[in-house]
């Protein structure tokens, strides 16, 4: 029963994904595809859960690991994102100036 | 009011209990951050709000790992703190210091880590079910969750070699030249066949652990045999790929450890990447096989030469050139990955100050594909300073433009300027849709040699009656054109 929840939970989830990011312009295809790998990084929620459970001491060093993984992956996806994004922040100039 | 719903989402929040608190802060942690999500994505459809949409979503970010700390499970923290420091410290300066011309191996890197992670949570969570220690304490796993760890590290582990594979390309550290071997394709499809093979045999008999690792292995295996075939110019069709498993991955992920952030996200993720490929796919004129197995640059198929005929482009000086920029009314610059190899973004930039400032208008034709991943050239441009109203990034809106232009300036770009595409129907290019430059009254190709683009096909555009060639390196073209410009305006 948990997991037809879950399918639901999947299947409603990229039916919103499906229609929002068809509306994003080519402009912002670049930030689209780093915000998604940014957003992504959210295993880091398992992998904190592995890196902090009492799961023994291999599975807490694989935990700790996916932890730096993630960890780098949600820094840097964020912070990329973020550079692009403001490049893209101000008002169009040549439509301003019309 | 919100009891009921709470107590849905988190049915271990019984009256109030200091571990039901808990477990209702922990979910309602991840519900903000799901909703976050979402915004922050949405916001991408409006480039004056993307940016506070996405630092609200990296907020939603912060919440779901706050919310996790406080999980009752979580026993030791010394390595999540030292992990996420590591982590946080590894990451800044990556993002700060990447150039925005090598973003796509930056994305591809950056998937590889997500991946990583993904597929190492999935082995714990497989060795934790078959833990010795434990193993007559409860059931093992169901075949449902077996399956979803079967997805997670299947996904997981091709993403990691792919990605890695596709930096290696991007980087040039392995040739961008597609490498292939006979049989190649039918290599894969065996591996293919091995591992889903193991992976119902994983969802029947969920403690064979034997068929959990070889699926490990034989996904990290097929990461690498199926991104060597693919070329440089299929790249943005493979990073798009590779961000839609990194997004199944997580999906999956969610569905063995019962958590249903992981689950969005990773549909978020999953769904924007199958969307890009499938725009990617559609803007290079070839379907999805075609690009995973077709191996497009191998052989150059270039429709039938006619042979014999010895056809020479014109070519023009830049004094002679810059002259005719100077005093155009419209003008449209076409650029491609080239021009980023060439750094000539910058003084591209500069030459369209100088039209503009003798009262001419300077448009940006971008394609789909130009550069090497969906939209690269966007930030390759709006980096060096050019405004983004000035870019065109609809094929049909740039050739009503191209129509009615004096100038079309091609810097570095090739098949996405080539008429066989709509007019040799031998040509593989037949059918792709590409910018008409000839419309112009006068097309300029600034273009390194006389070879041929990543297709290997021969462009009859250079040898139009309306086209001259400035033949060299984008960026000492472009120079001499501003440095010609800028004389002729010290001479009156």
């Given at each position: 029963m948990t997991q037809i929840f879950q399918l639901y939970v999947f299947i409603l989830a990229g039916f919103i994904g499906f229609f929002v990011i068809s509306k994003v312009p080519p402009l912002l295809h670049t930030p689209l595809m780093s915000a998604t790998n940014a957003i992504s990084g959210i295993s880091l929620v398992g992998a904190i859960v592995a890196a902090g459970g009492q799961y023994g001491k291999v599975s807490t060093i694989l935990g700790f690991i996916a932890v730096i993984c993630a960890a780098t992956n949600v820094t840097a996806g964020f912070l990329i994102t973020d550079r692009m994004l403001a490049m893209f922040g101000g008002p169009k100039k040549t439509e301003a100036a019309k | 009011m919100t009891a009921p719903l709470f107590a849905l989402l988190a049915p271990a929040a019984e009256g109030g209990t200091i571990s039901g608190t808990r477990d209702l802060f922990v979910q309602g942690s991840y519900l903000v951050a799901s909703v976050l999500f979402i915004l922050g994505l949405r916001s991408l459809t409006r480039p004056a709000d993307a940016r506070l949409g996405m630092q609200q979503a990296a907020f939603g970010m912060l919440f779901a790992v706050v919310g996790t700390l406080l999980n009752h499970e979580i026993i030791t923290y010394q390595w999540i703190i030292g992990g996420l420091v590591i982590g946080a410290i590894a990451g800044y300066p990556m993002a700060m210091k990447v150039p925005m011309t090598a973003m796509p191996q930056f994305i591809a890197f950056s998937h590889a880590f997500g991946a990583i992670?993904?597929?190492?949570?999935?082995?714990?969570?497989?060795?934790?079910?078959?833990?010795?220690?434990?193993?007559?304490?409860?059931?093992?796993?169901?075949?449902?969750?077996?399956?979803?760890?079967?997805?997670?590290?299947?996904?997981g582990a091709l993403t990691v070699t792919g990605s890695f594979m596709a930096f290696g390309k991007l980087q040039e550290l392995i040739t961008g030249r597609p490498i292939t071997f006979k049989g190649q394709n039918a290599l894969n499809l065996l591996l293919m066949a091995v591992a889903f093979g193991s992976f119902a045999w994983l969802v029947i008999h969920p403690d064979a652990a034997w068929a959990f690792y070889s699926m490990v292995g034989l996904a990290l295996f097929l990461g690498i045999s199926m991104v060597l075939p693919i070329g440089g110019g299929d790249m943005p069709v493979v990073v798009s790929l590779l961000n839609s498993y990194a997004g199944l991955a997580a999906a999956a992920t969610g569905f063995a450890i019962g958590n249903n952030v992981l689950i969005i996200a990773g549909a978020l993720e999953g769904a924007g990447g199958f969307i890009l490929s499938m725009m990617m796919s559609k803007a290079m004129n070839r379907s999805f096989g075609n690009v995973i197995f077709g191996a497009f640059g191998a052989a150059p198929t270039g429709g039938p030469k006619k042979a014999g005929e010895v056809r020479e482009a014109k070519t023009i000086s830049a004094e002679d050139a810059a002259l005719q920029m100077a005093y155009a009314g419209s003008v449209v610059i076409i650029p491609g990955y080239g021009m980023a190899v060439a750094q000539a973004q910058h003084v591209c930039r500069e030459l369209m100050e100088l039209i503009q400032k003798k009262g001419g208008d300077v448009k940006y034709a971008i394609h789909p594909v130009a550069g090497r991943m969906p939209g690269h050239l966007n930030v390759i441009l709006s980096e060096a300073g050019i405004d983004y109203g000035t870019l065109l990034t609809d094929v049909d809106d740039a050739n009503r433009v191209l129509h009615s232009a004096d100038i079309a300036i091609i810097i570095g770009a090739n098949d996405i300027v080539n008429p066989d595409a709509e007019e040799d129907k031998s040509s593989p290019l037949y059918g792709m849709p590409i910018f008409r430059p000839w419309e112009a009254k006068t097309v300029y190709v600034i273009k390194r040699g006389k070879g041929t683009g990543?297709?290997?096909?021969?462009?009859?555009?250079?040898?139009?009656?309306?086209?001259?060639?400035?033949y060299g390196d984008a960026k000492n073209v472009l120079g001499s054109l501003v440095k010609e410009i800028k004389a002729l305006d010290e001479g009156h």
């Open positions: - | 992670a993904a597929t190492l949570v999935g082995i714990v969570e497989y060795r934790h079910a078959y833990d010795p220690a434990i193993i007559g304490l409860q059931p093992g796993l169901s075949s449902g969750t077996a399956a979803a760890l079967g997805f997670e590290v299947l996904f990543f297709s290997g096909v021969e462009n009859p555009l250079f040898f139009r009656d309306n086209t001259l060639m400035l």
